[in-house]
């Protein structure tokens, strides 16, 4: 279901707030389309003014920099360790920006957000 981004009908001290208008379809945001671990498979979607905003709904490679040698590599993502912004996510291999992946060259932080760009980039742990 879309979210609707207008503005609340509630004030910050909690009293009512009666909207001069009613909702307009720019306020409506898209559908929520999680990052999976799989076969690559990307998404393009309009933006406001037209714009193309590409994303992806799955990936199993990331462009991942190594601080020591300054290099990045395009490395095989094996598994979903750690996701902080909800726990659920490692069970069903979301990837977003913040998780924690296993490669084959080691632990990574996401630093992209792959719904948004359309790549998984990521930081090695070391």
């Known amino acids: 279901m879309a979210q609707w ?10 009293g ?15 559908e929520k389309q999680y990052t999976k671990l799989g ?14 905003k590409t994303g992806m709904l799955a ?3 990331a462009n991942v920099v190594d601080k020591k040698t300054q290099t990045v590599k395009k490395v095989k993502i094996l598994n979903v360790i750690a996701n902080p912004s909800d726990p659920n996510f490692v069970q069903r291999n979301i990837i977003n920006k913040g998780a924690t992946i ?3 060259i080691g632990d990574a932080i996401v630093t ?4 948004q760009v359309g ?3 990521a ?3 070391n």
Do not use: H
Request: hydrophobic letters at 25%; glycine letters at 14%; proline letters at 2%.
């Open 39 to 52: 076969a690559e498979s990307r998404r393009q979607y309009r933006g406001r003014g037209g714009s193309v």
């Open 16 to 30: 009512r707030l009666v909207l001069a208008r009613g909702k307009r379809k720019f306020e409506i945001s898209r």
């Open 123 to 125: 930081v090695l742990l």
């Open 5 to 14: 981004q207008g503005q609340s009908k509630r004030k910050s001290t909690g």
């Open 112 to 115: 992209s957000r792959p719904g």
């Open 102 to 104: 296993k490669t084959e």
């Open 119 to 121: 790549a998984i980039n």
């Open 59 to 61: 990936g199993e490679y």
